[in-house]
C-alpha cells in the first residue's frame, strides 16, 4: 500500500498560498522562493513515485510557462484531479475528473511507494476527512499573510499529529514531519 504525504509550503498562520499568489502577482508574495530549502525540496520530491495536485495547484504553473498535459516536475507521474480543466491525458500526466476520493483510496490500495498530495487545501481537507493522508510535511515559511488559500481549505481539522523530524534553515524557513493520527 502507498502513503500520501501533504508536502507543502506553508504560512505560519496556515495559508498555502497568499492573495498576491492568488492574483498570480508572483513578485509581491511574501512566499521565499529562494534559500536553501528550495534544493532540498527539489531533491526530496524526487523520492515520490506520483504527484496529487488539484487543478488551482497545477494552473500556478502555468504561470511559469507549463502548458496544459505538460508536468510540473519533471519524472514523477502526475494526477490532476479537476471537473473543468480539458487536456488528454498522457504517460506523465493523467487528468481525473471523477471522484477524487475513490481515486486515490484505490491508487493507494493498488500502488506501493509514496504519493506527494501537493495542494490544493481543499483536496488536502477532502482527503483528510476520508483518512487518506499519512503524514504531513511543511515548509513553514516565516511570513504571516492574513489571508489565502487555507492548508485544509474549509475544514477545521482535528488530529494528533508525532513529529518524525525537523529542519531549520537559515533563512528563517522550517520543515517539520510529522506522522498521522486520526481521533
Not at 526530496?44 to 504527484?51: N, S, T
Not at 488551482?56 to 496544459?68: D, I, L, R, S
Not at 482527503?127 to 493522508?133: D, E, F, K, S, V
Amino acid at each position: 500500500m502507498a502513503t500520501l504525504t501533504y508536502h507543502v509550503a506553508v504560512s505560519l498562520d496556515n495559508f498555502i498560498a497568499d492573495q498576491a499568489m492568488m492574483d498570480g502577482n508572483i513578485d509581491s508574495t511574501l512566499f521565499l522562493f529562494e534559500g536553501e530549502h528550495v534544493p532540498d525540496f527539489l531533491s526530496e520530491i524526487q523520492e515520490y513515485d506520483a504527484v496529487l495536485m488539484g487543478a488551482k495547484t497545477y494552473e500556478f504553473g502555468f504561470k511559469f510557462g507549463a502548458k496544459p498535459g505538460e508536468p510540473g516536475y519533471k519524472g514523477i507521474k502526475h494526477y490532476i484531479f479537476s471537473s473543468s480543466m480539458q487536456f488528454e491525458s498522457n504517460a506523465e500526466v493523467e487528468l481525473v475528473k471523477g471522484d477524487a476520493i475513490e481515486f486515490i483510496k484505490n491508487l493507494k490500495q493498488q500502488e506501493n511507494g509514496k504519493l506527494w498530495l501537493c495542494g490544493g487545501g481543499e483536496l488536502a481537507g477532502a482527503l483528510l476527512t476520508h483518512q487518506l493522508i499519512d503524514q504531513l510535511v511543511l515548509k513553514v515559511n516565516p511570513v504571516m499573510v492574513g489571508e489565502g488559500v487555507p492548508l485544509f481549505g474549509s475544514l477545521k481539522p482535528r488530529l494528533k499529529l508525532e513529529l518524525v523530524d525537523m529542519k531549520q534553515y537559515v533563512n528563517g524557513v522550517t520543515k517539520p514531519t510529522y506522522n498521522i493520527f486520526y481521533i
